[in-house]
Nanobody
Framework: VQLVESGGGLVQAGGSLRLSCLVSGRTFSSDPMAWFRQAPGKEREFVARINWSGTFTLYTDSVKDRFTISRDNAKNTVYLQMDSLKPEDTAVYYC??????????????????WGQGTQVTVSS
C-alpha cells in the first residue's frame, strides 16, 4: 500500500492550498480516508475524514467551514482544500487510510497506512 501526498507549501495567512493524496495497492473506493496533521512539538491530530462514497464527512472543530475533504474514486485520490489558512494551521499533513469500522473504533481513529507527509507553512 502506498500513499503519496502533494500540494503543500508556503502561503500567507488567508490564502489557500489544495493537498492531494494518491493511493495505490488497495481497493481505494472501499476505504474511508482521513487527513491528520502534526505541528512542531505537538502530537499528531485528526483533521478530516470522508467515507468511501464521499457522502459523509467529519472535521475537527478548528477547521470547520475552512477546509473541505473530497475524493475521486476514479483517480484513487483524496483531496484537502484548505481556505482561509491561519498560522496555527502550520504542520506536516498526512494522508491516512481510515479504519472501515470507524463507528466502533471512533471516527477520529487513524488506520495503519500513512503517507510520507507534506509540509504546510502559513506565514502571518
Amino acid at each position: 500500500v502506498q500513499l503519496v501526498e502533494s500540494g503543500g507549501g508556503l502561503v500567507q495567512a488567508g490564502g489557500s492550498l489544495r493537498l492531494s493524496c494518491l493511493v495505490s495497492g488497495r481497493t481505494f473506493s472501499s476505504d474511508p480516508m482521513a487527513w491528520f496533521r502534526q505541528a512542531p512539538g505537538k502530537e499528531r491530530e485528526f483533521v478530516a475524514r470522508i467515507n468511501w462514497s464521499g457522502t459523509f464527512t467529519l472535521y475537527t472543530d478548528s477547521v470547520k467551514d475552512r477546509f473541505t475533504i473530497s475524493r475521486d474514486n476514479a483517480k484513487n485520490t483524496v483531496y484537502l482544500q484548505m481556505d482561509s489558512l491561519k498560522p496555527e494551521d502550520t504542520a506536516v499533513y498526512y494522508c491516512n487510510v481510515a479504519p472501515r469500522n470507524g463507528v466502533t473504533l471512533g471516527l477520529r481513529t487513524p488506520g495503519d497506512y500513512w503517507g510520507q507527509g507534506t509540509q504546510v507553512t502559513v506565514s502571518s
